[in-house]
């Protein structure tokens, strides 16, 4: 089998943001129908449990959150954290913290230990997937 990347990196004016597009190929050997009947006998070894999510978006900028958040984090190492600062003025918040895990109860449990840390003024939204 062989695999074919190509990277392409465009500069669209002087002083812009960049693009990069990233192609990939694959070229299997034989027909189709033998590589699915191939995929099918080694299919299980692909599967993974499902991921969880939570979000919650805040009026309260980084700085302020910042030992909420490693107090989260230190408690609850299984889950991923992550935190996306807007600095846009017209946003309608400041801060998005994510929490996402292979375990429904410790997002769960990781979000509630961390939304309890926070004055309840500085919640604007929160989500789940």
Known sequence: MELSVRLEYRLKRPHSMSNARLH??????????????GFGRIRERFRSAPLFGRAVYLALGEGELA??????????????????PRFDQRADYRV??????????????????????????????????
């Open 67 to 84: 030992e909420h958040l490693d107090a989260t984090v230190a408690r609850f190492p299984q889950v991923s954290i992550g935190s996306y």
């Open 24 to 37: 990939c190929r694959r070229v299997g050997a034989g027909p189709p129908v033998l590589f699915k009947e």
């Open 96 to 129: 998005k913290i994510t929490f996402d895990g292979r375990s429904e109860d410790e997002v769960r449990e990781a979000f509630a230990f961390f939304r309890k840390r926070l004055p309840e003024p500085a919640i604007l939204r929160e989500e789940s997937s």
